[in-house]
């Protein structure tokens, strides 16, 4: 909970995030705070995509389905034959959770290649990518701690507050950066998440989303 709200302020409120929350980078400090290290991949999001994200995070947490195919498409998502139950799907396993009556236990990169098979993703717009990486990442480390979570429901109430409340609510980056409180503790500790859990990162990102990323995140696939 506490690492999903950290990376929602920062990609909803800040648009400044870290794009690879995988569990090796993040530390159990020994007074149960956690230590977020190697921000080597942090994204700058422009508000209007911001905006477009949170419009698609409210309708998904309301499951509002004529709304998530709407946005989806409206954030420039399309597949071959733009089939509704194929974007709205796409948008659950991208940004949400699969819908409970679907859940069968499997990776959501399952799901990922049974869609894709049946409709496949003809564009996917590189300015989300590493949105996307960043929500399966921490849907990776929930799982591994037996934790359900659903990003939509999250970050439900940051999402309307940028829409409809954003002056009152959000901090510029640079107002983070000059605040006194220090935003991230880089402890030397034991990784007790990579030892512990041995959760997947890159191997478990669908080859699908990889393709349409940006040849960063491929290169980093093929270290």
Known sequence: STQST???KALIDDGFFNGDPHPG????LEDNRLGLIDY??????NLDNRKKLCRLLLALADDDRPNIIRYIQDMGYHTKHDYEESLYMYA???????PPHLYKGKPDSEYWEE??????MKKFPKQFSMAVRMIWLLRMVSTAVNVKLAPAQHWKSRAHALLYDRKDTTKSMDSARNCNEPILNFTPMK???????NTPSYDSLPPS???HSSPKI???KNR
């Open 6 to 8: 950290w990376d929602g």
């Open 25 to 28: 980078n993040i530390l159990l």
């Open 40 to 45: 080597g991949q942090v994204s700058v999001f």
């Open 92 to 98: 659950k396993v991208m940004y949400d959770l699969v």
């Open 115 to 120: 869609l894709d098979q049946r409709d496949p």
């Open 191 to 197: 990784n007790f998440v990579r030892q512990a859990f």
């Open 209 to 211: 989303i990889l393709a």
């Open 218 to 220: 491929k290169r980093l």
